[in-house]
């Protein structure tokens, strides 16, 4: 079992930057493939950005170029760096874990989830 907590949501303005930590606790971490997907009131779950054990990433195409996704597997932690937010991004922010190595964008794949964050960007 793995269990997830994020940290780092927050009101922010148009074109600021956040750090969304998530902390993994429980089972080994660092052989996790881990995600982050955000979901807007009235919409579905997206991906938002990706990052395998060995440090692979894959990013939406809403998001590239401005977030950056990263592990520190010594810390059992995934930072999720945005920048350059739009308004457009504003959702809860879910942090979550497979229990394989390989990567994947597709919210079904993962196992374990966290219990959101809030991102609120205003224009």
């Known amino acids: 079992q793995v269990q997830l907590v994020e940290s780092g949501g927050g009101l922010v303005r148009a074109g600021d930057s956040l750090r969304l930590s998530c902390v993994a606790s429980?089972?080994?971490?660092?052989?996790?493939?881990m995600g982050w997907f955000r979901q807007a009131p009235g919409k579905e779950r997206e991906s938002v950005a990706a990052?395998?054990?060995?440090?692979?990433?894959y990013y939406a195409d809403s998001v590239k170029g401005r977030c950056t996704l990263s592990r520190d597997n010594t810390k059992n932690t995934v930072y999720l760096q945005m920048n350059s937010l739009k308004p457009e991004d504003t959702a809860v922010y879910y942090c979550?874990?497979?229990?394989?190595?390989?990567?994947?964008?597709?919210?079904?794949?993962?196992?374990?989830w966290g219990q959101g964050t809030q991102v609120t960007v205003s224009s």
């Open positions: 429980g089972r080994t971490f660092s052989s996790n493939a």
């Open positions: 990052i395998s054990w060995s440090g692979t990433t």
């Open positions: 979550a874990a497979r229990r394989v190595i390989r990567i994947s964008s597709t919210d079904t794949d993962y196992d374990y």
